[in-house]
């Protein structure tokens, strides 16, 4: 989807300090920027690599960190496969924003619960890695969907936050596994439904496919979250 730099807060010129691939079609790139650039976690920015049309990707790293993360895939052409394969440490990105209203609340001391499909994964690692690092109280969430096994990415990561802090659980779902495997698997919204009887009280973040968003604020709906409960910016 096309952003437009003429909406943003904020437009800076940043650098990217790297690149490395996560998984086989996803690269974590980091920018640092310029000037000031403030976000809330959970917000997305909108990139304009040279030669490229604007793009939003989600920010994938708490604010304040200094530089600026984003998980950017290659659907095969554009800026993804341009990051993928020509893209280089040093070269100039326009950051324009933050945009977004699905970020986290830090006021909200219950549980949380952020379902993540694909590199929807990005803005829900920022919520909950902010909601971790502030000490929130309540029990923290992460349900990963993807594909296949070769999708998953960062899960070492989120396995080492699980051991760090006590509240938080983190669950990976595959939707068409290729072969047997000892995952969950299924639709992420369906696990999410399956593990809950009710959610009332959760504050939930969801971030993905635009069906996979409309299927997961639908099975909250029935676990009687209230619509002003779930946080989800359109992909
Ligand atoms: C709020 C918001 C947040 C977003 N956050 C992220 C993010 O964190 N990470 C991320 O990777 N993307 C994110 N996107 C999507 C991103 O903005 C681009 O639309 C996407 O990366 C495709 O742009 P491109 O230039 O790489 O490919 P394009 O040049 O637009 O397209 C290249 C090829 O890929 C196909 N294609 C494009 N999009 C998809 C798709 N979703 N699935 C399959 N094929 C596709 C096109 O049909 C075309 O054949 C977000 C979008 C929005 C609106």
Not at 144 to 168: K, S, W
Not at 202 to 218: E, I, K, S, T
Not at 219 to 225: F, G, I, Y
Request: charged share 20%; glycine share 12%; proline share 6%.
């Amino acid at each position: 989807m096309t952003g437009t730099i003429e909406r943003a807060s904020t437009a800076v010129i940043g650098r990217i300090v790297s690149i490395e691939a996560a998984a086989p079609l996803v690269s974590v790139v980091r920018v640092r920027p310029d000037d000031a650039f403030d976000w809330r976690a959970g917000q997305f920015a909108a990139l304009r690599f040279p030669d490229f049309e604007i793009r939003n990707y989600s920010i994938s790293n708490r604010p304040g960190e200094g530089e600026i993360e984003f998980h950017i895939r290659d659907n095969g052409g554009g800026v993804g496969a341009h990051v993928a394969s020509t893209a280089s440490v040093g070269d100039p990105v326009e950051i324009a924003g933050p945009f977004g209203s699905a970020y986290f609340r830090r006021r909200h001391g219950g549980p949380l619960l952020a379902i993540a499909g694909g590199t929807g994964l990005a803005p829900m690692k920022a919520i909950v890695e902010d909601a971790l690092a502030t000490g929130h109280a309540g029990d923290v969430h992460l349900y990963f969907g993807v594909r296949d096994e070769p999708d998953i990415y960062l899960e070492q990561h989120f396995i080492a936050l699980t051991r760090a802090h006590l509240n938080f659980r983190f669950v990976t779902v595959l939707a068409e596994p290729g072969e047997p495997t000892g995952r969950r698997h299924g639709l992420v919204g369906a696990a999410v439904a399956a593990d809950f009887q009710l959610l009332y009280g959760y504050q939930c973040y969801v971030a993905g496919p635009p069906a996979m968003v409309q299927a997961c604020r639908d099975a909250l709906r029935l676990k009687s979250v209230p619509a002003h409960d779930i946080f989800a910016d359109d992909a």
